[in-house]
Structures are given as structure tokens and as C-alpha cells.
């Protein structure tokens, strides 16, 4: 029974839907260290299984909805920073607490490669998986407050570059303003 949780609940959050599969994962771990291994790999297969369903959701689904609303110039942009860091960008979202699904569901819309995507999923999700349970295993209950410190300086890093990356943009904006005026 613990297995099939994690494995849903991991099939779920990397498809559609941002679950805390960790929770289970930790849970499980603590309360069953026997199983710590299986239910790390139990993660990482359904992990990979769901993708593709995020990634069809993406291509399929929001492409089109999307490409319909986004001006071309910053379409064409946007592609290119996804082909370029697109799966450097999968594999960091696997290892951090940021909804999983629109990593995936983001690779889908502007296509790219269905294989890199699942390898960085395999990646991202197998070393943060892998790494929780072998500090679990090792260190026990101290090792949540680490997790958990983790987590918060994740959620400080993302903060941290989404202000950057708002305030880059303001500017941009702000110039191709003053220059369309003058």
C-alpha cells in the first residue's frame, strides 16, 4: 500500500496536478526504513511514467491556447531560453519544491524533445528522491530539519530570481516604451 501511494501521487505531480509527493516519500521512509530504497525508486519510475502526460497536456492543450495570447517576439524568446535550458531547468524544478507539473507541462508546450524531457525528470526527481532517503536513512528524524531548511532556501532562491527576472522585464519594457515615443 505504501508503494501504490507513492507511486500515484508521484504519477500525479508529474503530470498535472503539484501534490507533495515528498511528504509521502519521508513519511514512509521514517516509519518503514526497510522500504526506504523501493519507495525511492518507486518515486522515480512513476515520476518518469507520469511526464509524458504533463508534456501531452502542454503540447496538446496549452500550446495552442497560449500561442494565441503571447505577442510572437516574446514567444520566439521564450522558446528559445526553453531549447536552450530546458532541461537544466526540468532537472532543478525535480530537486526543488516548485509545482513540478509546470516544468513538464512548459516543456511540452514549446516541444521539445520528449527523451530529454524524461531524462531530466529521471535525473531531477531520482537525486532528490535517492538523496532524501539516504539522508533519512542515515541520519534519521534530524535529518527533516534539513530537508526542510532546504526547502526554505529553495523557496528564497525561486523568490530571489522571480523578482530578478520581474524587475529585468519592468526595465525591458520600460526602454522599448521610452523608445517607441520618441
Same mark, same amino acid.
Given at each position: 500500500?505504501?508503494? /501504490?501511494? =507513492? ?6 505531480? &508529474? ?9 509521502? /516519500? ?15 525508486? &518507486?518515486?522515480? &519510475? ?96 534530524? &535529518? ?7 526547502? =526554505?532556501?529553495?523557496? =528564497? ?26
Amino acid at each position: 500500500m505504501r508503494i /501504490l501511494s =507513492i507511486v500515484g501521487t508521484a504519477a500525479a505531480d &508529474a503530470s498535472v496536478l503539484p501534490v507533495p509527493v515528498e511528504l509521502l /516519500l519521508i513519511g514512509w521512509t521514517l516509519s518503514r526504513p526497510h522500504l526506504g530504497w523501493w519507495l525511492a525508486a &518507486a518515486y522515480l &519510475a512513476a515520476s518518469v511514467s507520469g511526464a509524458p502526460i504533463g508534456y501531452a497536456v502542454g503540447r496538446r492543450g496549452v500550446a495552442t491556447f497560449l500561442q494565441k495570447r503571447i505577442p510572437p517576439d516574446r514567444w520566439t524568446k521564450v522558446e528559445g531560453w526553453v531549447q536552450r535550458y530546458g532541461a537544466f531547468g526540468i532537472t532543478f524544478g525535480g530537486l526543488t519544491a516548485l509545482p513540478y507539473p509546470a516544468f513538464v507541462i512548459t516543456a511540452g508546450v514549446f516541444q521539445m524533445s520528449l527523451w530529454k524531457v524524461l531524462l531530466a525528470v529521471a535525473i531531477g526527481r531520482g537525486a532528490k528522491g535517492f538523496l532524501s532517503v539516504a539522508l533519512l536513512l542515515r541520519f534519521g528524524r534530524p &535529518a527533516l530539519l534539513w530537508l526542510e531548511e532546504l526547502g =526554505i532556501v529553495t523557496v =528564497i532562491v525561486f523568490a530571489a530570481v522571480a523578482v530578478f527576472v520581474w524587475l529585468w522585464w519592468r526595465n525591458a519594457r520600460t526602454a522599448r516604451i521610452s523608445l517607441r515615443s520618441d
